[in-house]
């Protein structure tokens, strides 16, 4: 399984960050182990799928509607998403989720409505889930994301998951942006719980092929020890994705 380092730069980006994609080739050269991709805001996906055609990386979008259009002000379709050429979308961040009202069976919805069920758009959905730390120091951290997996993938059917056409993404919503990160040990763990969700739901053939990043204050100088745990194919970075040189030397901390 190749791994998947993915840049998510929420509402930080600005038009002149097209130039970005070719300062991270020159640092990070393309291979055969780890696939890039970057998922800046709305505005820059179409001029983002552009200037990084040559480079082999991927574009996302951090958000789409069940929907396929309709009178839902500010919202944007996974169909258009699909037609800027994006092929990933960040689905149930738990910045969506506080802020946003994304509930799991919104994110359901979203994840059915990526994958393509009636519109054909196709999107890859990088479902996220995590638990507070509130969670966490009650012991029921692997209860909430085992809750949160089996409502977010609730709505597809054994069609949709062949493994290459999900990802999930394990952010505890403590770690984000604080610069804490769960023990490798606790990592591990949850990445193996989430690895037994997924065989249950989908079967161990496909629960092995879904790659199943983390997130949360991934670093430079942290990235190479998470990225070598069994059950970890990638990683979903903010703030240190913003810097090419950064997310460089965290695609190069992949073994
Ligand atoms: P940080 O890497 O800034 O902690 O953000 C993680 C995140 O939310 C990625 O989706």
């Known amino acids: ?52 055609a040559g480079h082999g990386i991927s574009i996302g979008a951090q958000n789409c509607h069940d929907k396929t259009s309709g009178a ?31 509930t799991d069976e919104v994110v359901a919805a979203k994840t059915r409505a990526a994958l393509g069920a009636g519109i054909g758009a196709g999107l890859v959905p990088i479902v996220c889930v995590g638990e507070s730390r509130a969670e966490r120091e009650a012991g029921q951290a692997e209860e909430v994301v085992g809750g949160q997996l089996a409502v977010c993938l609730s709505k597809l059917g ?40 997924l065989t249950t739901r989908f079967g161990v053939k496909i629960a092995d092929t879904i790659q199943i990043l983390y997130g949360g204050s991934v670093k430079p100088a942290n990235a190479k020890e998470i990225l070598a745990l069994k059950d970890v ?6 703030g240190a994705a913003l810097e090419m040189d950064s997310l460089a030397a965290i695609a190069a901390a992949v073994e």
């Open 1 to 52: 399984m190749k791994t998947l380092i993915a840049a998510n730069w929420k509402m930080h980006g600005k038009l002149d960050w097209v130039d970005k994609p070719a300062e991270f080739r020159s640092l990070f050269r393309a291979n055969d182990v780890v696939d890039v991709l970057i998922c800046p805001p709305a505005h820059m996906l179409e001029i983002m799928v552009r200037a990084c």
């Open 72 to 102: 839902y002000t500010g919202e944007i379709s996974a169909q258009m998403v699909a037609d800027t050429g994006a092929t990933y979308v960040i689905l149930g961040h738990s910045e969506r989720r506080a802020m946003f009202g994304d």
């Open 158 to 197: 054994p069609e949709d998951a062949d493994g290459t056409n999900l990802v999930i993404a394990y952010e505890p919503v403590w770690a984000i942006g604080t610069g804490l990160v769960p023990t490798l040990e606790d990592i591990a763990t949850m990445h193996d719980h989430i690895r037994g969700c």
């Open 233 to 238: 194919s990638g990683a979903l970075i903010g």
